[in-house]
T-cell receptor
Framework: LAKTTQPISMDSYEGQEVNITCSHNNIATNDYITWYQQFPSQGPRFIIQGYKTKVTNEVASLFIPADRKSSTLSLPRVSLSDTAVYYCLVGALLRVTGGGNKLTFGTGTQLKVEL | EPEVTQTPSHQVTQMGQEVILRCVPISNHLYFYWYRQILGQKVEFLVSFYNNEISEKSEIFDDQFSVERPDGSNFTLKIRSTKLEDSAMYFC??????????????????FGPGTRLTVL
């Protein structure tokens, strides 16, 4: 299982772009990179997933360099409501034999957005 | 938008008692999971469930734990004899999974709001 490393915390202000980088040097060929968000006392929520290059959706962008040893979650124009813990996860999408794929969460990055 | 629901939101129990935590996964999902998060700690995987059987479980998921899908909608986690260290937030999750003959779908797991279990 690829180990991930991300900053423990980050501070930002409303309206700024926030980039959270995650290192995953031992990523395997079959592994995807997924980011989840968790607010206090709530379950994690899927943000974005990618395999290589760039992925963008309505809430974030995910940049993955060619070597895939790191990835950067980009949140454009953050607001107070983006204050949360952000988790970078690396793993295969589905097991070959079927069955769900467990998610292995690290400690995440606590993002604090202020006025 | 469909969502995973969990009941109760908070359960208080005495050490040694049995508890059942209930979850209703999203209706067309095929894979079901339980995770727990002790206060201030990481989210930890407990068990995954597919096709009416456990597909994977962690070291935490010992003989005191069991899961069941008693009908077409509910997915339950039972702790037979609770211990103080079982106090945590328990999250149920579900995902679509692969459809026959197709490429793997994005394995997004949808989490419920959690049940806070307090063991006294």
């Amino acid at each position: 299982l690829a180990k991930t490393t991300q900053p423990i915390s980050m501070d930002s202000y409303e309206g700024q772009e926030v980039n959270i980088t995650c290192s995953h040097n031992n990523i395997a060929t079959n592994d995807y990179i997924t980011w989840y968000q968790q607010f206090p006392s709530q379950g994690p929520r899927f943000i974005i997933q990618g395999y290589k290059t760039k992925v963008t959706n309505e809430v974030a962008s995910l940049f993955i360099p060619a070597d895939r040893k790191s990835s950067t979650l980009s949140l454009p124009r953050v607001s107070l409501s983006d204050t949360a813990v952000y988790y970078c996860l690396v793993g295969a999408l589905l097991r070959v034999t079927g069955g769900g794929n467990k998610l292995t969460f690290g400690t995440g990055t606590q993002l604090k957005v202020e006025l | 938008e469909p969502e995973v629901t969990q009941t109760p939101s908070h359960q208080v129990t005495q050490m040694g008692q049995e508890v059942i935590l209930r979850c209703v996964p999203i209706s067309n999902h095929l894979y079901f999971y339980w995770y727990r998060q002790i206060l201030g700690q990481k989210v930890e995987f407990l068990v995954s469930f597919y096709n009416n059987e456990i597909s994977e479980k962690s070291e935490i998921f010992d003989d005191q734990f069991s899961v069941e899908r008693p009908d077409g909608s509910n997915f339950t986690l039972k702790i037979r004899s609770t211990k103080l260290e079982d106090s945590a937030m328990y999250f149920c999750a579900s995902s679509e999974g692969r459809t026959s003959g197709s490429l793997p779908r994005r394995n997004e797991q949808f989490f419920g709001p959690g049940t806070r279990l307090t063991v006294l």
